[in-house]
């Protein structure tokens, strides 16, 4: 099955299905074109490339081997790990190779980026709430089909969520993951520490985190979950700006993050006094001066003067719950009500959401008609790409 | 600095006997002690103590002042040994576990070849990289105490303290199996970087969260030199109780590799069935028991196991059995069958999840703005047994865990999505805030919440779930 299955526009350079995109592993069949962006910190960078022989579009993904050290059990891990797998909403690995000291690995173009991207450039104050019902619904799927097969995530986020042409939302990121079963064995509970997690941390749910006895499973990546539906509702990564210590102990204690809107924001509450219980939960817990340190977002009013849906803040807090037990499952949320959301608005589809960005394929081809591929990769070193995340 | 250590010591006592103010044990001496056996020692005509209720006993929390050595923050003392303390420590940039090993420069004087062994401990274990090995992290030096920090992975228990929680001081076979399948890969990588460790047995062999054991002390370790014809060896120092024939005997040289099957061999007899192949009153009867090679297996160990301990326990080091032969040994590749039940590594200070110790104090560090500021906190000897005893419910000093149980029995399944969930109802608000007025007994939590909510500077947008 493709990840393009859902195209209707069918462009002529994208794969109608990657059985038939053989992709070649030798280098020179790829042209890079320009960088997208970086993941792994400094060792990866993800390039727009073409492969000549098809003409097509592609992500192509360099790890400098010389660079990687720790991370260089985690890329192999990616790589054989993500190959195993075939869900519409994992990312898929076309081809990989070694080209002099680097190991590349071809993907499909997500022409829209990673949702860091989009909040990063385009959304600063968060998706629309609509957007991200669609977006979690797609990552719901692809948990629900990682958990099944064994394994934990284990590092859920906006960088390594990538949405293609059609709008649709893959997953990426599995060099984190790690297996549930041992020794043929189902395990209740693992209890291994994500080597190289720290740029993670954030999104870690506290029973990860607490790294005792008890171990955690892949409820651990409904929390997570939890977190990247907080940033992307708010534009920013929840505890941004704590050191990992507070971060910590804050999980701990039961802290989790919230969706901001003028039901959790302090400022309506003081003088509206609507919901007491909510207004008292949010004193309690601080929201007041993170609104201030983080006062331009707010002040401007659009997160604390917003409203979003009870489904959308009930669905955040299902999967923020301390006690992992008590969240549900992927496949349990996936029938949440708020998924129900767009089909009850009416609500177009995630592309026409997203306006007025503008996905990458759509310029690549434009271009690619005049035949100036040049044109196209200077106009994007133009586009500030420096500082977007492609994690995939 | 002298509140180190996160024990608590008494201040207060009821009648005007002296309990016990000692500063470097405090109150551990009391955590040792069974009251019963205490009472049925002593002659019972004569008490020295009057009977003492445990709740009128009191003690004063010690404070948790947070400490850092280099990015990593300390926690409470793991283990104790001749050259110095080993304590748990949080690495605060990637918030993992790890343990310390403290050395002390004065101490070390002390031991025969003590700063030799460390220094040699650092150079092998720095290049050492295995799955079964221990690894050392970090090495830290604080010149002005005379101390050096080994910062090592995080391990929760060895297999002696289990072996000890045990009746029956042995493991299940299968179990026992496991961790002799782990011990011999990574025995196999250190011989195969010409390491012979010298000191195998059940107190150096520990297990990290996940169960994978780790080959730990290289304190006595001898790397061959690289121009080496095979592996003789002049000196031992490990455990007498695991040194093979050759040693006890007083050879001048010896083949190094053996000595670490035969301990293997001892370590194998021991967790299997309980007993040490050879004792003795005092080493040199050990070691006369020892040089002589004769032992008897138990009955109940049958036969692949037995031949196996047998090939390890040879007398004659040429016929002792080599890795290749107990790689491919019956015993080996057999799984025995998973009958009886586990036994877990057992709780360090009542804990039986072995939570981090680090937190207290960084929930102090984070949240108490003026020290001063806390009054002490108080509790009694009654309430710290029924935390110990009970699933520690207190273990941070904070009551994160009501409002979830609140969540809990208010939402009953997960599949069901409550209007209020999540957000403080007025029961959780309740006891949130009228901590203040409740009881003596839970001054010390409310007073902890209350202190900690309002002073925190940076606060995430966040909520309580």
């Known amino acids: 099955m493709s990840l393009t299955q859902h195209s209707s526009s069918s462009p002529p350079s994208t794969c109608q299905n990657d059985v038939d995109c053989a992709f070649g592993s030798e280098p020179d069949s790829y042209q890079t074109m320009s960088v997208l962006g970086q993941c792994c910190g400094d060792v990866g960078q993800v390039y727009l490339a073409i492969y000549k022989p098809l003409d097509t579009p592609i992500a192509l993904k360099k790890f400098n081997m010389d660079k990687a050290k720790d991370e260089l059990e985690n890329i192999q891990n990616e790589i054989i790990l993500t190959r195993q797998l075939r869900h519409p909403n994992v990312v898929v690995i076309n081809a990989a190779f070694v080209m002099e000291s680097h190991v590349c690995v071809v993907s499909p173009l997500m022409a829209f980026g990673s949702c860091r991207d989009l909040l990063n450039r385009h959304f ?72 190289t997690t720290a740029r993670n941390l954030n999104w870690l749910s506290p029973e990860l985190l607490e790294q005792n006895l008890q171990g955690y499973n892949e409820k651990s990546d409904m929390y997570s979950l939890g977190v990247t539906a907080c940033e992307l ?49 949010q004193a309690d817990s601080g929201v007041g001066d993170s609104v201030e340190s983080n006062g331009n977002s707010l002040e401007g009013g659009t997160l604390a003067t917003r409203r979003l849906t009870d489904h959308f803040h009930r669905f955040s807090e299902l999967c923020l719950q301390r006690d992992p037990e008590n969240r549900p499952t992927a496949g349990q949320l996936i029938l949440h009500s708020f998924f129900k959301l767009p089909r009850r608005m009416n609500a177009p589809p995630l592309p026409q959401l997203l306006h007025p960005v503008i996905p990458l394929t759509k310029e690549v081809i434009d271009c690619q008609n005049n035949q100036d591929y040049y044109a196209v990769a200077d106009r994007l070193s133009d586009l500030e790409i420096n500082s977007c995340e492609w994690d995939f | 600095m002298g509140s180190e250590r996160a024990e608590e010591h008494i201040v207060l006592a009821y009648s005007d006997e002296e309990v016990l103010d000692d500063e ?105 990289r295995h799955r079964n090995v221990i690894g050392l992290l970090d090495v830290l030096v604080n010149d002005e105490k005379e101390k050096m920090y080994l910062v090592m ?57 996940s169960g994978i054991l780790k080959i730990s002390d290289l304190g006595v370790a001898e790397a061959l030199d690289f121009f080496a014809e095979d592996d003789t060896c002049f000196t031992g120092q490990g455990s007498p109780a695991f040194q093979p024939p050759e040693i006890a005997n007083g050879h001048e040289k010896f083949l190094g590799f053996k000595v670490d099957i035969w301990s293997s061999g001892v370590t194998l007899y021991n967790i299997t069935t309980g007993l040490y192949p050879f004792e003795g009153d005092n080493i040199f009867r050990l070691f006369e028991n020892i040089a002589k090679g004769e032992y008897t297996i138990p009955d109940e160990i049958e036969n692949p196991l037995r031949d196996l301990l047998h090939g390890m326990l040879q007398k004659d080091a040429v016929k002792r059995f080599t890795l290749q032969q107990i790689r491919q040994h019956p015993w080996f590749w057999r799984k025995p069958p998973q009958t009886l039940e586990q036994v877990p590594v057992p709780p360090l200070r009542g804990d039986e999840l ?62 069901k999505y409550p209007d209020e969930m999540g957000y403080g109802s007025p029961d959780t608000h309740q006891t949130e805030e009228s901590g203040e007025s409740t009881s003596d007994s839970s001054k010390r939590k409310s007073k902890r919440k209350t202190t900690s909510c309002i002073s925190v500077k940076k606060f995430p947008p966040c909520k309580q779930s």
Not at chain 2, 41 to 46: G, I, K, L, Q, Y
Not at chain 2, 389 to 414: A, H, M, T
């Open chain 1, 124 to 195: 600063s104050d968060g998706l629309p709430e609509l957007a991200i019902a669609y977006i979690l619904k797609d990552i719901l799927y692809a948990l629900d089909y990682i958990h099944k097969k064994g394994y934990i995530h284990r590092a859920v986020r906006a960088s390594h969520i990538l949405i293609n042409e059609n709008g649709q939302a893959v997953l990426s990121g599995l060099r984190y993951a790690c297996r549930v079963v041992k020794n043929g064995r189902w395990q209740r509970n693992v209890h291994s520490f994500p080597p």
């Open chain 1, 233 to 281: 509702a708010n534009g920013m990564a929840p505890f941004q700006d704590h050191p990992p210590t507070l971060m910590l102990t804050e999980k701990v204690r039961g802290f989790a993050p919230v969706l901001l809107d003028c039901t959790t924001c302090p400022q309506y509450a003081d003088t509206g006094q609507q919901n007491p219980n909510t207004a008292f939960t």
């Open chain 2, 24 to 128: 470097e044990g405090g109150s551990r001496i009391f955590d040792d002690l069974e009251p019963a056996s205490w009472i049925n020692d002593e002659d019972t005509d004569v008490p020295i103590f009057h009977r003492v209720d445990s709740d009128q006993i009191i003690y004063e929390a010690k404070k948790k002042r947070c400490k850092m050595i280099g990015k990593y923050v300390m926690g409470d003392l793991l283990g104790e040994g001749s050259y110095g303390k080993v304590k748990e420590v949080l690495d605060s940039e990637t918030l993992c576990r790890r343990a310390v090993k403290i050395l002390k420069k004065r101490k070390l004087r002390r031991i025969p070849n003590g700063e030799q062994n460390v220094q040699r401990e650092i150079t092998l274990l720095k290049k050492l």
């Open chain 2, 153 to 209: 992975e995080f391990c929760v228990g060895g297999l002696q303290d289990m072996l000890e929680s045990t009746p029956q001081k042995r493991f299940p076979l299968w179990q026992a199996h496991g961790y002799f399948c782990q011990l011999m890969d990574g025995l196999q990588y250190l011989h195969s970087q010409r390491i012979i460790h010298k000191d195998i047995k059940p107190g150096n062999l520990l297990l990290t969260l």
């Open chain 2, 354 to 415: 072995h939570n981090m110790t680090v937190l207290p104090y960084l929930m102090d560090y984070h949240y108490v703005e003026d020290p001063t500021s806390v009054q002490p906190q108080y509790y009694t000897e009654h309430e710290r047994n029924a935390w110990a005893e009970g699933q520690n419910p207190e273990r941070y000093g904070f009551e994160w865990q009501e409002p979830v149980n609140n969540i809990r029995s208010k939402e009953g399944s997960p599949k």
